[in-house]
């Protein structure tokens, strides 16, 4: 049976054969798969050969460098980080002050108070904190409380590009003039916006 040609009507059931389990074609070797050579058919019969000749063949056509070199890595992308994570606990503090008037005593007509106005990266929030003097019988501690502040009766609200050292600020009905900034103000990015630093 072997002897005859594969045309039609010549291909006959051969009772003999038993055996159908299917050989593999690949061996693992380190936990890559790496082609087994000569391997048998359905039952350990014999593969015809034309049908696997092409493989053997180095055809320039066929021939695809990435399989022998690996396809081209294009470079990772940046993780990105949404604003919050980015700015995270970070801030500017400008050290300002405020005339407080004093209607009560002949002797001053204002007193000046020194504030910390402090912004919030993260969130874009303001508050003002004014240090603590032991004993001096005025009110301290945190003057605005933290949250965003409107800078104009249009609905803005104050921004970082906004604060600047030597400028006015008017918040709540209280000007605030700025004298002087940290050095997380001074040295980061943030530096060639403050004008007499």
């Excluded at 594969?6 to 299917?22: A, E, R, S, V, W």
């Excluded at 002087?180 to 103000?185: A, G, M, P, V, Y």
């Amino acid at each position: 049976m072997s002897g005859l040609p594969k045309l039609p009507g010549y291909n006959f059931f051969d009772p003999t054969l038993t055996k159908y389990h299917l050989s593999h074609t690949f061996d693992y070797i380190n936990g890559y798969k790496i082609p087994k050579l000569g391997s048998p058919g359905i039952g350990g019969r014999e593969l015809d050969i034309n049908s696997v000749a092409h493989i053997e063949s180095n055809d320039p056509v066929r021939y695809d460098p990435s399989l022998t070199y690996g396809r081209t890595r294009s470079a990772a992308l940046p993780q990105y980080l949404p604003h919050f994570a980015l700015y995270d606990q970070k801030c500017l503090t400008f050290k300002a002050f405020f005339k407080q008037s004093v209607v009560e005593s002949p002797l001053e007509y204002y007193r000046v108070r020194k504030v910390n106005i402090i912004y919030f990266l993260e969130d874009d929030t303001i508050t003002i904190m004014e240090p603590r003097i032991r004993n001096s019988g005025l009110e301290q501690g945190r003057l605005v409380r933290r949250g965003k502040i409107p800078k104009n009766n249009l609905g803005n609200y104050w921004h970082w590009k906004d604060l600047q050292v030597g400028k006015d600020i008017a918040i709540n009905g209280v000007v605030y003039h700025t004298t002087d900034c940290d050095l997380f103000t001074r040295v980061s990015h943030w530096c060639p916006l403050l004008v007499g630093v």
